[in-house]
C-alpha cells in the first residue's frame, strides 16, 4: 500500500518540529529521495566541528513519522564553509546541487 504521505511532506513537517524545539534553527534543506527524508538544518546551537555528521532514525509509524531520516546538523559556520566548497555533505547523502529549502 503507498505511503498516504509525501516525502516532501514528511520534511516539511519534520523540520517545522525540529525548529520548535530548536529555535537557533535558521534554514532546513532537503535532499528529494524516494525512500527517506534527508535534512540538512543549519542550527546556531552546535558548535562547528569541522565534519558533518549524518544521524539515522528509523520510521515511526506509530508515531507519525512515516518514513526513515537523515539529519546532518550544520553550524552557521559550516554552511558557509559548505557554501563555498570547503566542506563536503557526507557520503551518500546527496548532492550539495540537489538541496531544495524546506523552511
Known amino acids: 500500500m503507498p505511503n498516504p504521505i509525501t516525502i516532501e511532506a514528511a520534511a516539511a513537517e519534520l523540520a517545522q518540529l525540529h525548529r520548535e524545539n530548536d529555535p537557533e534553527t535558521t534554514d532546513v534543506y532537503m535532499i528529494p529521495t524516494v525512500a527517506e ?46 557554501k563555498r566548497g570547503e566542506l563536503l555533505l557526507p557520503k551518500d547523502f546527496g548532492r550539495w546541487e540537489d538541496l531544495k529549502k524546506v523552511s
Open 37 to 82: 527524508v534527508r535534512l540538512l538544518e543549519i542550527t546556531g546551537s552546535v558548535g562547528p566541528v569541522g565534519d558533518l555528521l549524518p544521524f539515522r532514525f528509523s520510521a515511526r509509524p506509530e508515531l507519525g513519522v512515516q518514513y526513515p531520516s537523515v539529519v546532518v546538523l550544520a553550524s552557521p559556520d559550516e554552511f558557509e564553509r559548505l
